[in-house]
Antibody, heavy 122, light 108 residues
Framework: EVHLVESGGVVVQPGGSLRLSCAAS????????MHWVRQAPGKGLEWVSL????????YYADSVKGRFSISRDNSKNSLFLQMNSLRPEDTAFYYC???????????????WGQGTLVTVSS | EIVMTQSPATLSVSPGERATLSCRAS??????LAWYQQKPGQAPRLLIY???TRATGVPARFSGSGSGTEFTLTISSLQSEDFAMYYC??????????FGQGTKVEIK
């Protein structure tokens, strides 16, 4: 069974930094692209970032480009999101999600973690 | 960037009735369209991909149709557990992988 468990969400001041982690199990982690998707409280889903299966290609939403960095450690079945220069509008639940097709970007997100809450406030 | 627009924002339906949700893309996404269900306090769950293929374990009362720019999610006979938010998402032209703003299906 696929399991994705996010961690690292805390309250942080504007301008601060944070690193989120996602521990994966139940599938061959290094075969699949992985996403981060966020959801502000009471709002809709916003795609944040994707990293390909081997970590040598990544993409970002314009709203986080230049501030966030996605990475993965396939030896530890782990996904990360380094978040710098945080803003109040970054406050959200952050979900990691698995791409449905091995090595393919053009695919839906078939498994999601339960999310971790990041609050940016002074 | 492809913009996904869902309608209506809220759909009030009685249990046992049929629900029809719409999703429109600002340009063609072929059949690279997914639907997700999200209940309060839970993560989204993949329901439909490829516009019309049910994900593993999804009941047959859920069906998807459409291609290009117009898509529909139909729930043939609403059960109590189906009252939730539903989001469409395109994965044809990326980045970004864009979501619609959601449709809330509530009890009438």
């Amino acid at each position: 069974e696929v399991h994705l468990v996010e961690s690292g969400g805390v309250v942080v001041q504007p301008g601060g930094s944070l690193r989120l982690s996602c521990a994966a199990s139940g599938f061959i982690f290094d075969d699949f692209p992985m996403h981060w998707v966020r959801q502000a409280p009471g709002k809709g889903l916003e795609w944040v970032s994707l990293i390909n299966y081997n970590g040598d290609d990544s993409y970002y939403a314009d709203s986080v480009k230049g501030r966030f960095s996605i990475s993965r450690d396939n030896s530890k079945n782990s996904l990360f999101l380094q978040m710098n220069s945080l803003r109040p509008e970054d406050t959200a639940f952050y979900y990691c999600a698995k791409g449905e097709v091995p090595a393919a970007m053009q695919a839906p997100l078939d498994h999601w973690g339960q999310g971790t809450l990041v609050t940016v406030s002074s | 960037e492809i913009v996904m627009t869902q309608s209506p924002a809220t759909l009030s339906v009685s249990p046992g009735e049929r629900a029809t949700l719409s999703c429109r893309a600002s340009q063609s996404v072929s059949s690279n369209l997914a639907w997700y269900q999200q209940k309060p306090g839970q993560a989204p769950r993949l329901l439909i991909y490829g516009a019309s293929t049910r994900a593993t374990g999804v009941p047959a009362r859920f069906s998807g149709s459409g291609s290009g720019t117009e898509f529909t999610l139909t729930i043939s006979s609403l059960q109590s557990e189906d009252f939730a938010m539903y989001y469409c998402q395109q994965y044809n032209n990326w980045p970004p992988w864009t979501f619609g703003q959601g449709t809330k299906v509530e009890i009438k």
